[in-house]
C-alpha cells in the first residue's frame, strides 16, 4: 500500500512537471519573434489570356509577273526598297523582232516595301516568271487557330499582345479583326486573324510571335503573389502585418497572371503581407520583418 501511493505520488509529479513544461513551452511560444519577409499590396491590372504562338505576314504580299516576255535590262529597285503603287521595279527589252525598241517597265502593283527580287539583269523572263515580291508592312496580321472550347472566349475586336525574339523587352498590341464562321473539321479549331500596327516596321513577314489574346481584364485591383497565399479552395488566406503582429485574413481570389492573383476579397492597397515565414505564423504572433 505505501509502495503503491509513492507510485502514485511519483506519477503526479512526473505529470505536474510535464504540464509546467508544456505551458512554459506555450509562453515562450506566445513571446517567441518570427522573422519575414513581406510585401506591400499594390493595385494594378491584370489580365487572363490564352497563349498561342504564329507566324507574322504583312497584310498584303503580292508576287509579281511582268506583262510581256524578254530580257531584264534594268533593275531600278532592290531588296528593301520603298515603292509607291505604278513605281517601276525593272525595265524589259521585249526583244521582239518588227518592233520599235522599247523598254517595258514592271510595276509595282501596291504601295509598300520591296521584300523580294527574284531575277538579275540579263535574265531572260516570260509573264509566268515571278520577278520580285512586294509587301505592305504597316500593318501585319497573325492567323491563329482557336481550340473548340475557347470559342466562345473569342470576339471581333479583342485584345492580343504579340511578342517576337527580336526584341525581347517590346510588346506589340493587335485587335481580332476576323473570325472563321466555320471550324476546321480536321483538328476542332476556329481560325481568327489578330491585325497590329506596324508603322515603324519593327515587324517582320516570316517573324515567330507569341501571342497573349485577352479573354478577361480587370483594371487596378489589389494583387498578391502567389507566394503569400496558403490554403486552398475556399479556405484560402493570407498573413497580414499590423503593429508587428501577424493576423491570418481570409481571402479571395481571382484572374492569374504569371506569378500574380488577384485579390477579390480580403486585402487592400497598402496592406502588408507575408512572402516569407509564413509557415511558422499563428494568429496575433509577433513578427520581425526583415528587408
Known amino acids: 500500500m505505501k509502495k503503491s501511493k509513492i507510485i502514485l505520488i511519483f506519477v503526479f509529479c512526473i505529470l505536474n512537471l510535464i504540464y509546467g513544461c508544456t505551458k512554459k513551452q506555450e509562453a515562450n511560444k506566445q ?42 535590262i534594268e533593275k531600278i529597285k532592290q531588296d528593301g526598297s520603298v515603292v509607291e503603287k505604278g513605281d517601276a521595279i525593272f525595265y524589259i527589252d521585249r526583244d521582239e523582232v518588227g518592233l520599235k525598241f522599247e523598254k517595258a517597265p514592271v510595276e509595282s ?18 509573264t509566268q516568271t515571278p520577278v520580285s515580291l512586294v509587301i505592305s508592312m504597316n500593318k501585319v496580321k497573325i492567323g491563329l487557330n482557336v481550340p473548340e472550347k475557347y470559342v466562345a472566349s473569342v470576339s471581333v475586336g479583342q485584345k492580343a499582345r504579340i511578342y517576337v525574339d527580336a526584341y525581347p523587352s517590346k510588346e506589340f498590341e493587335g485587335l481580332v479583326t476576323k473570325i472563321s464562321p466555320v471550324l476546321d473539321i480536321e483538328t476542332r479549331s ?25 479573354i478577361d481584364e480587370k483594371k487596378q485591383v489589389p494583387l498578391l503573389l502567389k507566394e503569400s497565399i496558403m490554403g486552398k479552395g475556399d479556405n484560402t488566406y493570407v498573413y497580414i502585418i499590423e503593429n508587428n503582429k501577424a493576423f491570418i485574413r481570409k481571402v479571395k481570389l481571382g484572374i492569374k497572371q504569371n506569378e500574380y492573383f488577384q485579390a477579390k476579397e480580403g486585402v487592400s492597397k497598402g496592406d502588408l503581407v507575408v512572402i516569407m515565414g509564413q509557415q511558422r505564423l499563428k494568429d496575433g504572433l509577433g513578427v520581425k520583418i526583415e528587408q
Open 31 to 72: 513571446d517567441e519573434i518570427i522573422p519575414v519577409k513581406v510585401t506591400r499590396v499594390e493595385l494594378k491590372d491584370i489580365y487572363k489570356t490564352l497563349e498561342y504562338v504564329g507566324d507574322i505576314k504583312a497584310m498584303e504580299e503580292v508576287v509579281i509577273y511582268p506583262k510581256v516576255s524578254g530580257k531584264i
Open 109 to 126: 502593283p501596291i504601295d509598300g516595301v520591296v521584300g523580294r527580287i527574284y531575277v538579275d539583269i540579263g535574265a531572260n523572263v516570260t
Open 190 to 214: 476556329m481560325p481568327v486573324e489578330i491585325i497590329i500596327d506596324n508603322k515603324e516596321h519593327f515587324l517582320r513577314s516570316g517573324m515567330f510571335a507569341r501571342v497573349s489574346l485577352i
